[in-house]
């Protein structure tokens, strides 16, 4: 089986927490912090990174949190604008798996691999993870080492 890559989105590719009021909102169950972040870096540079990547044979996922204190309405909500984020932001690539799953949700029963990659931007995270993890600073330098 390929290597897979991993890739939280919020606060590892996704600004949501530089979001005016994006705590209040996501308290309040208003998705639009999830509508309107920013990227965290050149877009057009990670999907060209990414598409390379994968052309070389590794496989591409998201694995990312819905909110926290929801209901099935608005984690409907949350998980439409994510991929709508991934849509308008990453159209270029063909991701081999899109999780969003409950917020606290262990990542790493999501691993296929030891030699599995993640990028998140929770310590937890990165270090419950089985495989190789990674924070988020300088993504595209460690990406491009890994091509």
């Known amino acids: 089986m390929n290597r897979t890559i991993f890739f939280d989105m919020d606060g590892t590719f996704v600004n949501l927490y530089g979001v005016e009021n994006w705590l209040e909102m996501l308290i309040g169950h208003n998705p639009t912090p999830y509508k309107v972040a920013k990227p965290l870096f050149n877009m057009n540079s990670f999907a060209r990174i990414l598409n390379r990547l994968q052309r070389n044979g590794f496989r591409l996922a998201v694995v990312s949190w819905l909110a926290k204190d929801s209901n099935t309405d608005y984690d409907n909500k949350v998980k439409n604008a994510k991929l709508n ?56 330098k460690v990406l491009k080492a890994v091509t």
């Not at 995270?125 to 300088?138: E, L, S």
Request: charged share 30%; hydrophobic share 40%.
């Open 85 to 140: 984020w991934l849509k308008k932001h990453l159209a270029s690539v063909k991701w081999d798996e899109i999780i969003i799953t409950d917020h606290g949700n262990a990542k790493e029963q999501f691993i296929h691999t030891n030699t599995d990659i993640l990028f998140d931007d929770e310590q937890k995270n990165r270090d419950n993870w089985t495989g190789i993890a990674y924070n988020v600073n300088d993504i595209i």
